[in-house]
Structures are given as C-alpha cells and as structure tokens.
C-alpha cells in the first residue's frame, strides 16, 4: 500500500472560521497537498523531519492568531521561513506577518491607521496593478485583474531605514460589484458621484482607494513571504482564483499552470448534503435562517452572495454571516469518530445556546428597526447605550466575533477542524 505524499502545504487553522473555510476549499480544488494546523502544533510541524514548503494563513484576526502561536510558534515560523520555507498571508494573515507589536516581523511594511474610517468599508473586486517582472504574476494575467477584498485593512511603509519596496501589486479602482458599506457606488451614476464630491466633499471614484498596495511580495532569510489583502481564495472569482494557484505553485516549488486554471466553484452552503449532527445542527440552521430573514425584512441585512451577507452599517452583519457559514459547513461535513465523540459532548450545549441566540437577536433586530425609525423624532427615544448592551452580550465588542455568538462559533470551529482533519 502507497503512503499519501507529505503535505506541501500546512494551513494555520485557529481565529479563521468563514475565511479558514474558504481557503480550504480552494487548497482542496488546487491539488496540492495541504494539512490542517493549530497554532500550538506548529512547532512540531515546521520543526519535524518533513515540514511543508509553505504555510498559509487565512483572514481573521492577527493579534489572536499570535495568542495561538505563542512565543514558541512565533519563533517556529520565523525560523521556517528563515531557512527557504514560505509564507502566504491573507488579509489578517497578512497583518500577522507585519513588523508590529502582534506580528511576525517577516516584513518590514506594518499596518496602516485610517485617515478615512470609510476606507475601511470597502468590499468586492477592485482592479489591481501587478508587478509584471515577478515571477510570481503569471503571463496570463488581464492587465488589470480583478480581484476581491472584504473590508481590508492597509499596508504601511516600512520605517525610515528600511527600503520600501515589495509591492507586487497596487489598487488601481473600483470593480462592476465595489461596495461602501452597504452602498453598490460601483452602480451609481458618474452624475451622482460628481455631486457628492461637489456637495459632500466625498469622492469615490478611482481616487478613493488611491494606488497604494493591495499584495505584498518580499524575502525573510531564504524564504518568501507573500502577503495580500485581496482574498484570492474567494469562490468563482475567476482571475483572483487563477492567480492564487500560480502563487501556490511557486511558493511551493511545483510547476505554475501555463494558462489559467479553472476558477474555484461557487459555493452555496445550504445547498450541501447534509451528512453530520442531525436534527440538532439542521434545526440550528432553521434558527438562523429566520433571524436572517427578519433582519432582511427590516432592511439591516441583505443577501451579497450565497455565503455572505450586506448589513447596514452598525448591524453586526459579519457575525451572524460567519455563524452560517460555519453550521452549514459542520451540518455538511464528513462523520468523523473524533467529530462525533465531541459532538455527543458538546451538541446539546450548542442547542440549548442556540435557541437563546435566536431569541436574543430577534428582539435586539427589532429593536434596532425601532430605533432607526424613531430616531426622525427622537435621537434618544431608544438609547444607544441600551442597545450596545444588548449588542456585547450577543456579539461582543466590535470588530471580533464575541457574546454568545462567539462561544457558538467556537463550537463550530472545533467541530468542523475535527471533520477536515484526516
């Protein structure tokens, strides 16, 4: 009997939830061999007898994917990278390589503040402009390809006595579906931007993202670092999906694909088989498709794509989104003896928390349309402070998944590790 080949790929797993999910997914649809990480078994991994070429991490939060690592994973990756491995960081995963106080300092760019907070609500394809001479931009790729970025954050210039260079590629504008927030601007007339910038003071045409840079390409030792705050793994995205094959084939040392792959499928999670957690995580999901469907009829949430919600600015969108996702994927996911013994553990507890987070939204969701409408009125008839404590309690603090949605997701989490772990 063959043995399966060594992975060529280690995938850091904790604090990714929805972008862990679909990073897998296009690890899986581009053939290379890749294993599941958590950030306490990376020493043994990168340190062993057969480490990867290449380790990715998806989006999610820096600082609590270095509380994962700890200062033995943290020097377990720098000395991986060090000595010629690589490194592919995506949105947060970006972020944790940066030389700030909670990165890997494997770049000398660091995170930006936003002189414009509404930079930040940025969302869906832009156009970039890659570097044409890196071996890692394929002669295949459109001048201008598009690619898609979900609320970025930004890259820094490294300090004075470092050299600024690395951009592998830059924002070049807006794409057919660029959001602000909850507004399309990409589908609103050139006349109506015009007067905004004139009445408001507000532009958002190209100028609004500027050409600062969108994917960062660089060394650490021997090795390479590439870290993007376009998510390229992003289902059907044709030129974004492409381009991150190419990548993974060099970084990886295989062969790249002499002309465009086919694009990662298009991924509608309620409409997967349904394999694990019976009635329990089906009824989980009922409890959260009515939630979304009464914040859809009160005009907080909108459907942006079949695995991502649009929420209006305030609504903890992003939360309820990834809870989704995530029991979507665990009700889908294969049965596993280790899934199903911490199922049989866990799997009333997350019932039970369910039901009391679909109550609890639904009246937090009411109350924000109550608030909204009395607000023509009366700015104070519901308070805020009222409901930004019913708001922690359910989602914590912004920007993280917290409250009782984050002790669900991390149930998920976990289940859905144990089902993709081989």
């Not at 995963?93 to 930040?120: E, I, Q, V």
């Not at 590629?169 to 927030?181: N, R, S, V």
């Not at 409250?403 to 149930?411: K, P, T």
């Amino acid at each position: 009997m063959t043995s399966a080949p060594p992975a060529a790929i280690a995938l850091l797993w904790d604090h990714s939830h929805l972008w862990g999910l679909l990073l897998h997914r296009a690890l899986s649809f581009s053939g290379i061999p890749f294993v599941l990480v958590r950030g306490r078994d990376v020493p043994q991994l990168l340190g062993g007898d057969a480490p990867p070429r290449l380790l990715a991490v998806p989006g999610g939060f820096a600082k609590k994917k270095l509380e994962a690592l700890g200062a033995e994973g943290v020097d377990a990756v720098r000395r991986f990278v060090a000595a010629g491995g690589a490194y592919l960081g995506i949105c947060g995963g970006a972020g944790l390589a940066l030389s700030d106080p909670d990165g890997l300092s494997l770049c000398p760019w660091r995170r930006a503040g936003f002189t414009n907070r509404l930079k930040h609500f940025i969302s869906g394809h832009v156009g970039v402009a890659p570097d044409r001479g890196s071996p890692l931009v394929p002669d295949w790729l459109p001048a201008r390809p598009l690619v898609p970025v979900w609320w970025p954050a930004r890259f820094a210039p490294p300090l004075a006595e470092a050299v600024a260079d690395g951009i592998l590629a830059a924002y070049d504008g807006p794409g057919p579906d660029f959001m602000l927030a909850d507004l399309a601007v990409a589908g609103f007339p050139q006349a109506t931007l015009d007067s905004w910038r004139e009445r408001f003071g507000l532009g958002f045409g190209p100028e609004f993202l500027g050409a600062g840079p969108c994917i960062l390409a660089g060394r650490f030792g021997r090795g390479r670092v590439v870290l993007s705050h376009a998510h390229l793994e992003t289902p059907d995205s044709p030129q974004a999906n492409a381009w991150l094959f190419h990548i993974l084939a060099v970084l990886t040392g295989q062969s790249p694909p002499a002309a465009p792959p086919f694009a990662v499928p298009a991924w509608v999670p309620d409409a997967e088989p349904r394999r694990f957690g019976g009635d329990g995580l089906d009824r989980a999901a009922r409890l959260l498709d009515a939630v979304i469907d009464l914040g859809i009829a009160h005009r907080l949430l909108f459907r942006r794509n079949p695995w991502l919600l649009g929420w209006r600015p305030g609504t903890p969108g992003f939360a309820v989104s990834n809870l989704r996702a995530m029991a979507h994927q665990a009700a889908s996911g294969p049965s596993r003896s280790r899934a199903e013994a911490f199922w049989r553990e866990h799997g009333e507890r997350f019932a039970a928390g369910m039901g009391r987070f679909h109550d609890g939204v639904t009246d937090y969701f009411l109350s924000e349309r109550l608030a909204a409408t009395l607000s023509r009125f009366d700015r104070e008839a519901v308070p805020e402070a009222a409901l930004a404590k019913e708001r922690h309690g359910l989602f914590g603090p912004p920007p993280g998944v917290g409250g009782a949605c984050g002790h669900l997701v991390a149930i998920l989490d976990e289940l859905v590790r144990l089902q993709l772990t081989t």
